[in-house]
């Protein structure tokens, strides 16, 4: 049967993932140092997987209403009005999703009619473009650049607006650069969105990986915008908890309804053991993030020094955990160093095209990995440029 046909053009249009298809060569190599999926190398904190199993112990095996247990919602909007200073009503303005990934195809399916315009800056989180074509929706892409520690400027969002845009998309600290936002920016990128009209769909899953005692700031707390703004975070990045596949959207209760309706009819839910242990996570869990977050800002500095020292350029990231060194002096493409890395080395990095075009001369190098694995991958990463 020729299968070419029954696929959705839209869905053929998409490429796979860039970090799933050069994980797919590392599969079953024990050999390999992984600077590459971007997870952190902690276990969830035990007093949080230990919610999960109480929840299992007695017996909570149950859905829960579509929008999630309202004593999480409950404990959301308590957490995101002291981290974030951002109300929102637990009630009818929190959404409990299945990880942010669900939260951003939400959103996206719930606002986007076909053909509006989605601007969002590059290098990104991977799934950002293709969220935006499975919505029906035309990405419009914006580049942050390297001289400028790869921030968003006003500017450029306002040179890529057109009639047709109605969101812009955000995410800071940013995947894959560790990018923070400054005040100035986002307020001009906020007066932008007021004056035209458009939602911001704000992607703060790094929002607690902030260094050298920085805080964090969301475009949702700016004046004007707490109306306009879709917020997402999640528990995987800071919670260390990828596996619960927990996350959750804040925004102004009719975005919400629209974003549930589509939520109850694909995913009913999200695990209520998973949501049992996010209430743990956020009413107890910031001491055990805190020296999670001390941690990776002790090998941020580490590898930040290590790569310049040998002479890979890397600007200092204020966030996430993620350094994206510049390797163009080298000769080969991103694809091309990278797997040489791999194959000569052993080293996994993910090349920096995957996270858009602009990307190429990049290498992203996750460091949620432990010390020593750090330092054997920057002695074979010096070792592997000193024969280029
Ligand atoms: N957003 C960004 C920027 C990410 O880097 C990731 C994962 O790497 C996600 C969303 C997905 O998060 P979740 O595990 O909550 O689905």
Known sequence: MDYSNIIAKHIASIPRSGIRDFFELVQGRDDVISLGVGEPDFSTPWHIREAAIYSLEKGQTSYTSNLGLLSLRKSIAKYVSRFFHVDYVAEKEVLVTVGVSEAIDL?????????????????????YSPSIVMAYGKPVTVVTKKEDGFSLKPEAVAAAITPRTRMVMLNFPTNPTGACATREDLEGIAKLCIEHDLIVMTDEIYSELRYDGEEHLSIAALPGMRERTILLHGFSKAFAMTGFRLGYACAPQPII????????????????????AAIEALENGTPSMEKMRDSYHQRRDYVVKRLNDMGIECHTPGGAFYVFPDISKF???????????????????VPGTAFGACGEG????CYATGFDDLKLAMDKIEHFISKL
């Open 107 to 127: 959103a996206l399916r719930a606002l986007l009619n076909p053909g509006d315009e989605v601007i969002y800056h590059e290098p990104c989180y991977v799934s």
């Open 257 to 276: 309804e629209a974003m549930m309706k589509i939520h109850q009819y694909a995913m009913l839910c999200a695990p209520i053991m998973s949501q049992n």
């Open 331 to 349: 000769g080969l493409s991103s694809k091309e160093f990278a797997m040489k890395l791999l194959e000569q080395e052993s080293v996994a990095a």
């Open 362 to 365: 990049f290498l992203r190098c």
